[in-house]
């Protein structure tokens, strides 16, 4: 499965694009699980102490907007966006 990877959370891993293995039976929240595993840094930047995903994160499968118990196949392109400010 693969994650692509925004701002500063791309810069936490070195990469743009990410490839994580999971189970065939994998939820979006097993791929975020399996890439924090991976690279531990990312984990204060998308959890809050309480181990729950920061409500400025947005996950999206494919395009579209992703619930962390959602099923997600081995096709699926992941996203991981951090809040972004500009203008």
Same mark, same amino acid.
């Given at each position: 499965m693969e994650w692509k990877l925004f701002a500063d959370l791309a810069e936490v891993t070195g990469a743009r694009t990410v490839r994580v293995d999971v189970d065939g +039976?994998?939820?979006v929240g097993d791929a975020l699980d399996?890439?924090?595993g991976a690279h531990p840094a990312l984990e204060s930047r998308v959890f809050g102490d +309480?181990?729950?995903l920061y409500d400025h994160i947005n996950v999206l499968r494919n395009g579209e907007a992703a619930a962390l118990g959602e099923e997600a196949a081995a096709g699926d392109e992941l996203a991981l966006f951090p809040p972004v400010s500009g203008g």
């Amino acid at each position: 499965m693969e994650w692509k990877l925004f701002a500063d959370l791309a810069e936490v891993t070195g990469a743009r694009t990410v490839r994580v293995d999971v189970d065939g +039976d994998a939820t979006v929240g097993d791929a975020l699980d399996a890439l924090v595993g991976a690279h531990p840094a990312l984990e204060s930047r998308v959890f809050g102490d +309480d181990g729950e995903l920061y409500d400025h994160i947005n996950v999206l499968r494919n395009g579209e907007a992703a619930a962390l118990g959602e099923e997600a196949a081995a096709g699926d392109e992941l996203a991981l966006f951090p809040p972004v400010s500009g203008g």
